[in-house]
């Protein structure tokens, strides 16, 4: 019972002792009002700690924030594959052709597991060429090869291709060669210099720079190179040959042959011409002795003639010398009136 009459003194119990005294007095809190008491603390302790870390969390907040902004750019770009004018795209999954074709415009991939690669429609132009910088290497890259007679020549070629860009071509490029750059290196270039050793390689050195020699050699190229273009998704255009150089010593002899040659087609000439103007002499010559034998044939039947053309001429001798016949002219008279 003391202990029931010391509970109507509670009043006198400090704050500090509150829950053990009630405890004591069989007034036991229940378990609703000791949760509230722990959220309550631990609400404050958040908040606590909230304004006196404030200047760190924003920052660590402005960077997840920016972080998924970022991300959900990145995949939307990735997945977004417009392509421009003039090339198609191949779509490729995991790395390899899946077959499709990306046409120029607005196209969707799926981002992570797909992939394009890009191939120009327009017309390629391949030069091999002895000066640097001006074919497709960086460095003097002609297609050289040696004559019948042993004399090396360096030859400039220009191969024009382009991709149709049909699906199925397209694909078959990406396949065999991936870039339109390894099928110049791996096919383009090996058949032409293939081809040109061969040809060249039959001809004189006097036949491979005249314009027949050149024209054989530009035609069995393009033909070799048409049967290895059929296999892949290409087209060829042309082969040109744009120049060749020679050795100083060869080019020099050459030209000396050339004039030697030019010379002797002038002489040629000369002497036709002198051939042509003798027998037109001749032909003067026989016309005019055919001319007098008619005329001397004339006199000599109609003997009067001279004469009348004497008369002729007295009549018309006004300021004019006149030559009188010799004895043996016969003599004309002509009546005149009184």
């Known amino acids: 019972m003391a202990s029931r009459s010391s509970c109507r003194g509670s009043s006198s119990i400090g704050r500090a002792s509150s829950f053990a005294w009630r405890r004591l007095c069989g007034s036991n809190p229940t378990i609703s009002t000791r949760g509230s008491f722990y959220e309550t603390r631990e609400k404050m302790n958040l908040k606590k700690f909230a304004k006196q870390n ?13 972080f998924m902004i970022l991300t959900g750019s990145v995949l939307a770009y990735v997945a977004w594959a417009p392509v421009s004018e003039g090339k198609v795209e191949v779509v490729k999954e995991w790395g390899d052709a899946t077959g499709e074709v990306n046409r120029p415009g607005g196209n969707w991939i799926t981002p992570v597991k797909q992939s394009t690669t890009s191939l120009s429609t ?13 074919g ?36 078959d490029v990406y396949t065999d060669y991936k870039t339109l750059g390894n099928a110049e290196k791996k ?23 005249t314009t027949e020699g050149q024209r054989e050699l530009t035609e069995v190229t393009r033909e070799a190179l048409k049967d290895e273009f059929n296999k892949t998704g290409l087209v060829l255009d042309s082969v040109q040959i744009t120049g060749y150089d020679m050795p100083q010593s060869y080019e020099k002899a050459v030209t000396q042959k050339e004039v030697a040659y ?4 002038k002489a040629e000439a000369q002497v036709k011409v002198a051939e042509q ?44 010398t006149i030559y009188l016949p010799s004895d043996k002219t016969p003599t004309l008279t002509k009546d005149t009136e009184d």
Do not use: C, W
Request: hydrophobic share 40%; no cysteine.
């Open 54 to 66: 404030l200047g760190i969390l924003l920052p660590v907040v402005a960077v997840v924030m920016a």
């Open 122 to 134: 327009r017309q390629q132009a391949y030069t091999m060429s002895s000066k640097a910088q001006e």
């Open 136 to 171: 497709a290497k960086n460095y003097a890259d002609p297609v050289s090869v040696k004559t019948e007679d042993g004399v090396k020549v360096d030859f400039n070629v220009v191969v024009r291709y382009h991709l149709e860009g049909d699906k199925d071509d397209a694909v």
């Open 187 to 209: 096919m383009i270039r090996p058949t032409v210099k293939r081809q040109f050793i061969t040809s060249a390689g039959s001809m004189k050195t006097s036949d491979v720079y």
């Open 262 to 265: 030019q010379n002797e087609l």
């Open 277 to 320: 103007e003798a027998r037109a002499a001749v032909k003067r010559a026989e016309g005019e002795a055919k001319s007098n034998e008619i005329v001397a044939e004339s006199v000599e039947n109609n003997p009067e003639l001279i004469q009348i053309r004497f008369i002729e001429a007295i009549e018309d001798s006004e300021g004019k």
